[in-house]
């Protein structure tokens, strides 16, 4: 009996070591509670009509219970889609788990309304508003006409394709080689600068370098109508 004693000891200090690990279970409830206020501030100012759905949590799970949770996402990782958020208990050593969710944004887009050709410029009629999951779309889906009319389609597109913004590109106003009038601009004062001949292609607003007629070379920001403006 005195030799079998010190087993028992041994036997019943492992049982007593293991029996709070076995014994462990986090409720998987106040888990999602916490996802579901982070995901609410995440889809704050989203477009179109935001709402999402959280992954199941093992209900068998031997987490130690937690009071507290922090609720992240990966770093670069965007609040639509499928995508995991990250749970950490907040006390000492505490545990942390991966929860895939699922954020869906209903909104509009555009669509292509007829076949576009490679060069034409958009205006409203070539457009229409289609509606659906923005998440499933490309992240440069455009989903305003403005981003679209005026601009010169870069490939051809055909009817019903939606609309991104790489297919489309800014309208030239003032192309390499063209005669162009140079203005110069101030407060209280607007006065024409003479002719000159445009050295780039260059679309409203971007830089343009224009060779005047006694050589020398000015820069300024193409306008409509063949313009370039030097501002002072």
Not at 6 to 15: E, K, N, R, T, V
Not at 141 to 155: E, N, R, Y
Not at 174 to 202: D, E, K, T
């Amino acid at each position: 009996m005195a030799r079998i004693r010190p087993f028992l000891i041994a036997a019943l200090s492992c049982l007593l070591a293991v029996a709070p690990l076995a014994s462990a279970h986090q409720d998987p409830g106040p888990v999602k509670r916490a996802i579901e206020s982070f995901l609410r501030v995440q889809i704050k100012g989203l477009p179109g009509q935001a709402s999402f759905t959280i992954g199941a949590i093992d209900p068998q799970n031997q987490l130690v219970a937690c009071p507290a949770f922090t609720v992240s996402m990966p770093p670069g990782a965007r609040a639509w889609g499928r995508t995991n958020v990250s749970v950490h208990c907040e006390m000492a050593g505490g545990w942390r788990i991966f929860v895939p969710v699922h954020i869906r944004i209903l909104g509009n887009y555009l669509i292509t309304a007829r076949a576009l050709v490679q060069g034409q410029v958009v205006g409203a009629g070539d457009l229409a508003d289609n509606r659906g999951d923005l998440a499933d779309l490309p992240a440069n889906i455009l989903t305003d006409p403005a981003q679209a009319i005026g601009k010169t389609v870069a490939q051809s597109v055909s009817s019903g394709q939606p609309l991104r913004s790489d297919m489309l590109r800014q309208t030239l106003v003032v192309q390499q080689g063209q005669s162009v009038r140079v203005v110069s601009q101030g407060p209280g004062f607007r006065v024409s600068a003479g002719a000159g001949r445009a050295l780039n292609n260059a679309a409203e607003n971007q830089v343009v370098q224009v060779r005047m007629p006694n050589g020398r070379i000015i820069s300024g920001l193409a306008r409509d109508g063949g313009v370039v403006e030097i501002a002072y």
